[in-house]
């Protein structure tokens, strides 16, 4: 699988490039902080499952504990950041395919 940066590190609020998920295939997302960081454990970035017409559906929630997650059905998902400037450390989020 190839590694992507869906949404570049940061601090701001901002939502990542959409991660296709095709039948029987597979992807991962993930969350990371720089090295030498630790993700705050008080932050998630929700993943929303894109439906027909743009309708987002929270599916999933990457955070310290769970800064990993793989689809397990088909569809686009796409990744929110809010703004985490209070914590100081950029969020980069990454995709698997």
């Known amino acids: 699988m190839a590694q992507t940066v869906i949404l570049a590190a940061g601090q701001n609020a ?3 490039l959409q991660v296709t998920v095709a039948s029987g ?3 991962t997302l993930s969350i990371q902080a720089p090295a030498g ?3 705050p454990g008080n932050i998630g970035l929700p993943v929303y499952l894109v439906q027909q017409g743009g309708v987002r559906r929270v599916v999933f929630s990457l955070s310290a504990l769970f800064p990993v997650w ?3 059905v088909p569809g686009v998902f796409e990744v929110d950041r809010e703004d985490i400037s209070a914590y100081g450390v950029d969020i980069t989020v990454l995709a698997d395919q």
């Open 25 to 27: 295939g597979g992807a």
């Open 70 to 72: 793989a689809p397990d």
């Open 14 to 16: 901002a939502t990542s």
């Open 37 to 39: 960081q630790r993700i």
